[in-house]
C-alpha cells in the first residue's frame, strides 16, 4: 500500500514536472514567437543598412548579407545638413519634453489637489485638443503662425508639439499626484510650509518617476513627428523624420540602404534613454495608473 | 541756405524713392521651391543651373525643397498662407489645382515665340492660359526587358492587343515566376487604365465635358485588365516602386513608367544582370491604330507678386535655354522641351529617347482630370471601380456607371 502510495506520489510528480516543463516550454516558444514579431523588422532595418546597393534587391531575400558596407553610416555622418537636422530635433524634441513637463506638474498638482469653480470643465477642456484631427489643427495652426511671424523658426514647432503633449502629460502627472496622500500636504502646511516648499522641495523629488516618463513621451512626440516638422519648420529648422524623407524618398527612387541607416541612427537615442531610465518610467507609468 | 536745405532734403527724399522703386522692381533675391533640388543626383546639377543664372544675374536664388509625396500640399498651404513666392517647380498633373488657387502668374508674355515645342507649351497651360514653363515633357510609356523577352522566344515586340497578350503568355510559359507585365494594379496608380481604355476606344471625359466614362470601350478596356489579372498575367497589388525594382531584378517583361525607366533600372539591378530596356508603344486594338499614353512632365510656375518679373526670367533661363536642356538631359536622362535641345545630337542621337518621343510622347494625351482642382479625387474614384473589378464586387460596367456618377457630381 505504501509502495503503491509512493509510487502514484512519484507518479504525480514526474507528470507535474512534465507538466511544468510543458508549460514552460510553451511559454519560452510564445516568447521567442513574439520576440521574432517585434524584432525582425529591425533586424531587417539593420541589414538592409549594411548590404551593397545593388543586393538589396536581391531575389530570393537574403536574410544574411553575404557582403557588408558602413557607406550608408558614413553617408550620414559626412552630410551636413543631416546632421543639422539632427541637432533640430534635440532642440526641439528637448524643448517640447521641458516645457510640457514644466506647466504639466504645476497644472496636474493644481488639478489633483485643489478645488475650484470650472476645475472639471477645465480639465476636459485640455483634452479637447486632443479630440481634432491634427490634419485640420495644423492647417489652423499655419495660418496662425504665419501671421504671428512665427513659420518657419523653432518657436513654430516647440509650440505646436507642446499644444499636443501638453494635455496628455498633465493628466498623466494628474494621476500620479492622486495617488499621493493629502496627509502629506496637510502635514507639511502644519510644519509651516509654503505652497512653494510644498510643491518644489516635497511632492517633486516624490513624483520624479512620473516626470521623467512624461519628459520621455513628450521628448518621444517632439523627436518622432513628421508633418508638423515640415510644415512648420522650413528648410532651417526642419526635424530630421521630414530631412530623412526629404533627402533619400524621391520622386522615382528611395535610398533604402541609406534610409535603414539614418532610421537607426535616428532611434537610438530614444532607445538609449529609455534604457538609462527604465526603472523611473516604470515606476512613473504604474503608479499614475492607479488611481486617476 | 533755408532754400538749399529743402533742395538737399528734397533730392535726398527722390533719391531714396528711386532706390526704394529699384528694389521694388528689381529684387536681389528671389526663392526657387522644387522638390527635384533636393534629390539625389538632380540636388547638384539645378543647384548648379540656379547657382550659375545667380552669379550672372547678381541675385541670390534661395532653394526651398519638400519631399515629393508632400509637395503639393505643402505648396497649396504656402500659397494659402502668402508664404510662397518666386520660382516653383510643379508636375503637369498639379497645374490645374495650383492655378485655381490664382497664386500663379500668367506667364504667355515672356514666352519667347519658337523656342518651346507646343507639345510642351500645352502641359503647362490650364484653360488656355500659361501658367508655368515647360522643363521637361515626355510619357507615361511601357518598356520591356529585351533579354527576358528573347530568353521566352519573343523575336518581336508587340504591336496590337493580341500579338501583346501572346507575348504574356510565352513569358508566363518561360518561367511562372516573372510577371510578364507588371500593370498597375495598386488602386492608387490605377489612373494607368486611361491609356487602355484610349486603346480600346473608351474615354473618360468627352469632347463636351461630360463624363463618359462607362462607356462600351472603357467597359472593354476595364474587362481585358482583370482578365489579364484572372490569368495571372499581370499581378495584384503593382505599384510603380514594386515595378520598378522586379524590373530590374529581371523578374518582370514589361511594365509602364516615366522615361527614367532606363537609368533607373540601370541604377538598381545587380552587378551581374544583363538588361536591355527598350521602349515599347502602347499596343492597339487594331494594326494602324495610334499608341496611347498619358503626358509627363514637369513645369515651373511664377508666383504673381514683386519677385515674379525676376523669377519668371530664372523659370525662362532654367527652361528656355537650348544649352541648359542639353545638359540636364545629358546628367539626368530628363528631355527637353525646346526645339533647338531635342534637335540636338545628343538628344536626338539617343536611339532610346527618339523611340520614345517619336513613338510613345507623340501620341500622348493629357490625362483627363487635370483640367480639374479635384483631379486627384477624380483618379482616386476611377481606381477604387476597376479595383472593385479586380476584386469580383461589381461588373465593369456597374462599376464604371458608379464612378462616372460620382465624377459628375465633382464636375458640377
Same mark, same amino acid.
Given at each position: 500500500?505504501?509502495?503503491?502510495?509512493?509510487?502514484?506520489?512519484?507518479?504525480?510528480?514526474?507528470?507535474?514536472?512534465?507538466?511544468?516543463?510543458?508549460?514552460?516550454?510553451?511559454?519560452?516558444?510564445? $516568447?521567442?514567437?513574439?520576440?521574432?514579431?517585434?524584432?525582425?523588422?529591425?533586424?531587417?532595418?539593420?541589414?538592409?543598412?549594411?548590404?551593397?546597393?545593388?543586393?538589396?534587391? %536581391? $531575389?530570393?531575400?537574403?536574410?544574411?548579407?553575404?557582403?557588408?558596407?558602413?557607406?550608408?553610416?558614413?553617408? $550620414?555622418?559626412?552630410?551636413?545638413?543631416?546632421? @543639422?537636422?539632427?541637432?533640430?530635433?534635440?532642440?526641439?524634441?528637448?524643448?517640447?519634453?521641458?516645457?510640457?513637463?514644466?506647466?504639466?506638474?504645476?497644472?496636474?498638482?493644481?488639478?489633483? @489637489?485643489?478645488?475650484?469653480?470650472?476645475?472639471?470643465?477645465?480639465?476636459?477642456?485640455?483634452?479637447?485638443?486632443?479630440?481634432?484631427?491634427?490634419?485640420?489643427?495644423?492647417?489652423?495652426?499655419?495660418? +496662425?503662425?504665419?501671421?504671428?511671424?512665427?513659420?518657419?523658426?523653432?518657436?513654430?514647432?516647440?509650440?505646436?508639439?507642446?499644444?499636443?503633449?501638453?494635455?496628455?502629460?498633465?493628466?498623466?502627472?494628474?494621476?500620479?499626484?492622486?495617488?499621493?496622500?493629502?496627509? +502629506?500636504?496637510?502635514? %507639511? @502646511?502644519?510644519?509651516?510650509?509654503?505652497?512653494?516648499?510644498?510643491?518644489?522641495?516635497?511632492?517633486?523629488?516624490?513624483?520624479?518617476?512620473?516626470?521623467?516618463?512624461?519628459?520621455?513621451?513628450?521628448?518621444?512626440?517632439?523627436?518622432?513627428?513628421?508633418?508638423?516638422?515640415?510644415?512648420?519648420?522650413?528648410?532651417?529648422?526642419?526635424? +530630421?523624420?521630414?530631412?530623412?524623407?526629404?533627402?533619400?524618398?524621391?520622386? $522615382?527612387?528611395?535610398?533604402?540602404?541609406?534610409?535603414?541607416?539614418?532610421?537607426?541612427?535616428?532611434?537610438?537615442?530614444?532607445?538609449?534613454?529609455?534604457?538609462?531610465?527604465?526603472?523611473?518610467?516604470?515606476?512613473?507609468?504604474?503608479?499614475?495608473?492607479? @488611481?486617476? | 541756405?533755408?532754400?538749399?536745405?529743402?533742395?538737399?532734403?528734397? /533730392?535726398?527724399?527722390?533719391?531714396? /524713392?528711386?532706390?526704394?522703386?529699384?528694389?521694388?522692381?528689381?529684387?536681389?533675391?528671389?526663392?526657387?521651391?522644387?522638390?527635384?533640388?533636393?534629390?539625389?543626383?538632380?540636388?547638384?546639377?539645378?543647384?548648379?543651373?540656379? #547657382?550659375?543664372?545667380?552669379?550672372?544675374?547678381?541675385?541670390?536664388?534661395?532653394?526651398?525643397?519638400?519631399?515629393?509625396?508632400?509637395?503639393?500640399?505643402?505648396?497649396?498651404?504656402?500659397? #494659402? =498662407?502668402?508664404?510662397?513666392?518666386?520660382?516653383?517647380?510643379?508636375?503637369?498633373?498639379?497645374?490645374?489645382?495650383?492655378?485655381? /488657387?490664382?497664386?500663379?502668374?500668367?506667364?504667355?508674355?515672356?514666352?519667347?515665340?519658337?523656342?518651346?515645342?507646343?507639345?510642351?507649351?500645352?502641359?503647362?497651360?490650364?484653360? =488656355?492660359?500659361?501658367?508655368?514653363?515647360?522643363?521637361?515633357?515626355?510619357?507615361?510609356?511601357?518598356?520591356?526587358?529585351?533579354?527576358?523577352?528573347?530568353?521566352?522566344?519573343?523575336?518581336?515586340?508587340?504591336?496590337?492587343?493580341?500579338?501583346?497578350?501572346?507575348?504574356?503568355?510565352?513569358?508566363?510559359?518561360?518561367?511562372?515566376?516573372?510577371?510578364?507585365?507588371?500593370?498597375?494594379?495598386?488602386?492608387?496608380?490605377?489612373?494607368?487604365?486611361?491609356?487602355?481604355?484610349?486603346?480600346?476606344?473608351?474615354?473618360?471625359?468627352?469632347?463636351?465635358?461630360?463624363?463618359?466614362?462607362?462607356?462600351?470601350?472603357?467597359?472593354?478596356?476595364?474587362?481585358?485588365?482583370?482578365?489579364?489579372?484572372?490569368?495571372?498575367?499581370?499581378?495584384?497589388?503593382?505599384?510603380?516602386?514594386?515595378?520598378?525594382?522586379?524590373?530590374?531584378?529581371?523578374?518582370?517583361?514589361?511594365?509602364?513608367?516615366?522615361?527614367?525607366?532606363?537609368?533607373?533600372?540601370?541604377?538598381?539591378?545587380?552587378?551581374?544582370?544583363?538588361?536591355?530596356?527598350?521602349?515599347?508603344?502602347?499596343?492597339?486594338?487594331?494594326?494602324?491604330?495610334?499608341?496611347?499614353? /498619358?503626358?509627363?512632365?514637369?513645369?515651373?510656375?511664377?508666383?504673381?507678386?514683386?519677385?515674379?518679373?525676376?523669377?519668371?526670367?530664372?523659370?525662362?533661363?532654367?527652361?528656355?535655354?537650348?544649352?541648359?536642356?542639353?545638359?540636364?538631359?545629358?546628367?539626368?536622362?530628363?528631355?527637353?522641351?525646346?526645339?533647338?535641345?531635342?534637335?540636338?545630337?545628343?538628344?536626338?542621337?539617343?536611339?532610346?529617347?527618339?523611340?520614345?518621343?517619336?513613338?510613345?510622347?507623340?501620341?500622348?494625351?493629357?490625362?483627363?482630370?487635370?483640367?480639374?482642382?479635384?483631379?486627384?479625387?477624380?483618379?482616386?474614384?476611377?481606381?477604387?471601380?476597376?479595383?472593385?473589378?479586380?476584386?469580383?464586387?461589381?461588373?465593369?460596367?456597374?462599376?464604371?456607371?458608379?464612378?462616372?456618377?460620382?465624377?459628375?457630381?465633382?464636375?458640377?
Amino acid at each position: 500500500m505504501t509502495t503503491s502510495t509512493q509510487q502514484l506520489s512519484s507518479l504525480t510528480m514526474v507528470t507535474g514536472k512534465r507538466e511544468r516543463s510543458t508549460e514552460r516550454l510553451l511559454l519560452i516558444g510564445g $516568447f521567442i514567437l513574439v520576440a521574432v514579431f517585434a524584432f525582425f523588422p529591425i533586424y531587417w532595418m539593420l541589414i538592409t543598412s549594411l548590404t551593397p546597393r545593388d543586393q538589396i534587391f %536581391a $531575389f530570393p531575400p537574403r536574410f544574411v548579407p553575404t557582403a557588408i558596407t558602413f557607406e550608408y553610416y558614413a553617408d $550620414f555622418f559626412g552630410n551636413p545638413a543631416l546632421l @543639422k537636422y539632427l541637432l533640430n530635433s534635440f532642440i526641439v524634441a528637448g524643448s517640447t519634453a521641458l516645457s510640457s513637463v514644466l506647466i504639466g506638474v504645476y497644472a496636474g498638482y493644481s488639478f489633483s @489637489k485643489f478645488r475650484y469653480t470650472g476645475r472639471r470643465a477645465l480639465m476636459f477642456l485640455i483634452l479637447s485638443a486632443q479630440m481634432f484631427p491634427q490634419t485640420l489643427l495644423l492647417i489652423t495652426l499655419y495660418l +496662425l503662425f504665419a501671421r504671428l511671424g512665427l513659420l518657419n523658426s523653432y518657436w513654430a514647432l516647440i509650440l505646436s508639439f507642446t499644444s499636443f503633449t501638453l494635455p496628455l502629460c498633465v493628466w498623466m502627472l494628474k494621476g500620479y499626484f492622486d495617488t499621493l496622500p493629502d496627509e +502629506l500636504i496637510e502635514a %507639511a @502646511k502644519v510644519d509651516g510650509a509654503s505652497q512653494f516648499t510644498i510643491i518644489h522641495r516635497i511632492l517633486i523629488p516624490i513624483v520624479r518617476p512620473a516626470l521623467i516618463s512624461t519628459f520621455l513621451f513628450a521628448f518621444i512626440r517632439g523627436w518622432n513627428d513628421f508633418i508638423y516638422a515640415l510644415t512648420l519648420g522650413g528648410p532651417e529648422y526642419m526635424t +530630421l523624420p521630414p530631412g530623412l524623407v526629404l533627402t533619400y524618398i524621391g520622386e $522615382f527612387q528611395t535610398s533604402w540602404g541609406n534610409l535603414m541607416a539614418s532610421s537607426l541612427i535616428v532611434s537610438l537615442p530614444v532607445v538609449l534613454l529609455y534604457i538609462l531610465m527604465q526603472r523611473f518610467i516604470v515606476a512613473g507609468l504604474s503608479s499614475g495608473a492607479v @488611481k486617476g | 541756405m533755408r532754400r538749399s536745405l529743402v533742395l538737399v532734403v528734397v /533730392l535726398v527724399g527722390v533719391l531714396m /524713392l528711386s532706390i526704394s522703386a529699384i528694389t521694388a522692381q528689381e529684387p536681389q533675391e528671389i526663392t526657387f521651391t522644387g522638390w527635384s533640388i533636393n534629390e539625389g543626383l538632380s540636388r547638384d546639377v539645378i543647384l548648379g543651373f540656379a #547657382n550659375t543664372y545667380a552669379e550672372a544675374n547678381s541675385i541670390t536664388i534661395t532653394p526651398v525643397a519638400f519631399p515629393f509625396n508632400e509637395y503639393l500640399n505643402q505648396v497649396i498651404l504656402q500659397a #494659402n =498662407g502668402g508664404q510662397l513666392s518666386g520660382a516653383v517647380q510643379l508636375d503637369v498633373a498639379w497645374m490645374a489645382p495650383m492655378a485655381a /488657387l490664382g497664386v500663379l502668374r500668367d506667364l504667355g508674355a515672356v514666352v519667347p515665340e519658337g523656342v518651346y515645342t507646343d507639345a510642351a507649351l500645352q502641359s503647362c497651360q490650364v484653360g =488656355g492660359v500659361q501658367y508655368g514653363l515647360p522643363w521637361t515633357t515626355a510619357s507615361i510609356g511601357m518598356v520591356a526587358n529585351q533579354e527576358l523577352l528573347a530568353a521566352a522566344g519573343i523575336t518581336e515586340l508587340p504591336t496590337t492587343i493580341e500579338a501583346f497578350e501572346a507575348a504574356l503568355e510565352a513569358l508566363e510559359a518561360y518561367n511562372p515566376d516573372v510577371i510578364p507585365y507588371a500593370a498597375m494594379t495598386d488602386v492608387a496608380q490605377l489612373k494607368d487604365i486611361i491609356p487602355w481604355i484610349y486603346t480600346f476606344g473608351g474615354s473618360v471625359i468627352a469632347e463636351d465635358g461630360t463624363v463618359s466614362l462607362g462607356d462600351e470601350g472603357s467597359v472593354a478596356a476595364v474587362e481585358w485588365y482583370a482578365s489579364l489579372l484572372e490569368r495571372d498575367l499581370i499581378a495584384a497589388d503593382i505599384d510603380r516602386f514594386d515595378a520598378r525594382q522586379l524590373f530590374a531584378q529581371g523578374l518582370v517583361g514589361f511594365y509602364d513608367d516615366a522615361i527614367l525607366a532606363r537609368s533607373l533600372a540601370a541604377g538598381n539591378k545587380p552587378a551581374d544582370l544583363e538588361l536591355t530596356v527598350v521602349p515599347v508603344p502602347h499596343p492597339v486594338l487594331n494594326e494602324g491604330d495610334a499608341p496611347q499614353s /498619358l503626358l509627363w512632365g514637369h513645369c515651373v510656375g511664377v508666383v504673381d507678386d514683386a519677385a515674379g518679373d525676376a523669377a519668371a526670367d530664372f523659370a525662362l533661363y532654367l527652361t528656355g535655354t537650348p544649352e541648359v536642356g542639353i545638359s540636364y538631359f545629358e546628367q539626368l536622362s530628363l528631355p527637353p522641351t525646346t526645339v533647338e535641345a531635342l534637335a540636338s545630337d545628343v538628344v536626338s542621337g539617343d536611339t532610346y529617347v527618339s523611340t520614345w518621343s517619336n513613338e510613345v510622347t507623340a501620341f500622348a494625351s493629357p490625362n483627363p482630370f487635370w483640367g480639374y482642382a479635384e483631379s486627384a479625387r477624380m483618379e482616386s474614384l476611377l481606381g477604387e471601380a476597376v479595383q472593385s473589378v479586380f476584386l469580383g464586387d461589381a461588373t465593369a460596367a456597374d462599376a464604371l456607371a458608379a464612378a462616372a456618377e460620382e465624377i459628375a457630381d465633382l464636375l458640377n
